[in-house]
């Protein structure tokens, strides 16, 4: 049984820099296979929105409202997966969940995996940030 657990979040001020993380067990992340990691954030009142994701072989790709801030990496050694979030703003404050789709032809686009609403999720972690 594949599952995702995150963890990281937390209340920060504005311009501040969070690590989250995403532990993922019965699923071993290798660069053979097939997968797409993407975070997504729930903003109060918007629309659920992939924000990062990363594909098995470490193309990267984000959502232009979080370009250049944060950072998805990958640890294959840990079965892991973070994202750096750094110079924060209060539209940032939301609910992050971290995503596992299991694919060997998956398509990254704009931060989001094909089919992620498909796949394998966290419970989510908060992150909140004041001015």
């Known amino acids: 049984q594949v599952q995702l657990v995150e963890s990281g979040g937390d209340s920060v001020q504005a311009g501040g820099s969070l690590n989250l993380s995403c532990t993922v067990s019965g699923f071993t992340l290798d660069p053979r296979g097939g997968y797409c990691l993407n975070w997504f954030r729930q903003r109060p009142g918007i629309e659920r929105e992939g924000i990062a994701g990363?594909?098995?072989?470490?193309?990267?790709s984000y959502a232009d409202s979080v370009k250049g801030r944060f950072t998805i990496s990958e640890d294959k050694v840990k079965n892991t997966f973070h994202l750096q979030l750094n110079n924060l703003k209060p539209t940032d404050t939301g609910m992050f969940y971290c995503?596992?789709?299991?694919?060997?032809?998956?398509?990254?686009?704009?931060?989001?995996?094909?089919?992620?609403?498909?796949?394998?999720w966290g419970q989510g972690t908060q992150v909140t940030v004041s001015s």
């Open positions: 995503v596992l789709v299991e694919s060997s032809d998956v398509r990254l686009i704009r931060g989001t995996c094909d089919d992620a609403e498909l796949g394998h």
């Open positions: 990363i594909v098995a072989d470490g193309r990267a």
